[in-house]
C-alpha cells in the first residue's frame, strides 16, 4: 500500500494546474511540485525518482513529471477519499466548510474502501465536496464541467456560484459572509480595470467588491448573459 507521503504527492500532482501556455497533460516543472508540496526541489526530485521507479509517474530530468496512467488512477482515489469525507464532515457532522481541510487529510490515509462506499451512500452520491469541488467516481475521471472564474464573467451576467478554489480558512470565512459559496447566484455589476476589482450583486445580500484575484478564485456556472 501507498505510504500517506507518496499519496500526498500524487494527489498534489493531479491537482497542479498548467503553466500558461501549457496543456494540462504537459510535464510540470520540478520547482511547482516543490512550492506544491512546501519541500526543497531535492527533496520532491529524490521523491518523483521514487515514484518513477514504481511506476506511479513519468519523470524527465530537467524537464519535469506528469502522473502515470497507473498514477493517475491512484490520485483519483486519493481524492474521491479526501473529497467524500469532506462532505461527511459538514453534511453529517456538521463541521464548518472552512476546518475540514485538515481533518480530511488525517482521515484520507486510514479509511477504508468499504467504509468510504458507506459514506458515499449515506450522502447519496455527492458529485462535489462543500468547496465546490467534483468528487471523482468509483471508476474513471469527474466529467468535466465549463465553469468561468468570477472575474472573467460579464457585466449584466447572472452567475451561480460552482467551486471556491482557495480553501484557506480566512478565504472561505470571506466567502461564507459575503454569500460566494457553491449555489449562491450573483449578478456581476461592473469591471473597475483601473482598481483591479469587480463589483456583484450576491442575490439577497448587499453589493461587494472584490480585487480580481479573488475574484478568479471563485468558479462561476454562467445562467444568464448580459443582454
Known sequence: MPTPTVENYLKALYVQPPAPGQQPTELIPMGQVAEAMRVSPGTATSMMKTLAEAGLVE????????????????????????????????????????????????????????????IDLLLGHPDTDPHGDPIPPSHGQPAHVELTPLSLAEVGAQV???????????????????????????????????????????????????????AGKILTLIEQTAS
Open 160 to 214: 451561480t456560484v460552482a467551486r471556491v478554489l482557495d480553501q484557506q480558512p480566512d478565504f472561505l470565512n470571506f466567502a461564507h459572509q459575503h454569500g460566494l459559496t457553491p449555489g449562491s447566484r450573483l449578478t456581476v455589476l461592473a469591471h473597475q480595470p483601473a482598481a483591479d476589482a469587480i463589483t456583484c450583486q450576491p442575490e439577497g445580500a448587499p453589493s461587494l467588491t472584490l480585487g480580481t484575484a479573488a
Open 59 to 118: 519523470y524527465e530530468p530537467r524537464a519535469g513529471v506528469r502522473l502515470s496512467e497507473r498514477g493517475l488512477a491512484l490520485a483519483l482515489q486519493i481524492l474521491r477519499r479526501h473529497r467524500l469525507i469532506e462532505q461527511f464532515l459538514v453534511q453529517v457532522l456538521g463541521l464548518d466548510w472552512s476546518e475540514v481541510h485538515d481533518e480530511a487529510e488525517e482521515l484520507e490515509h486510514a479509511i477504508s474502501d468499504k467504509v468510504l462506499e458507506r
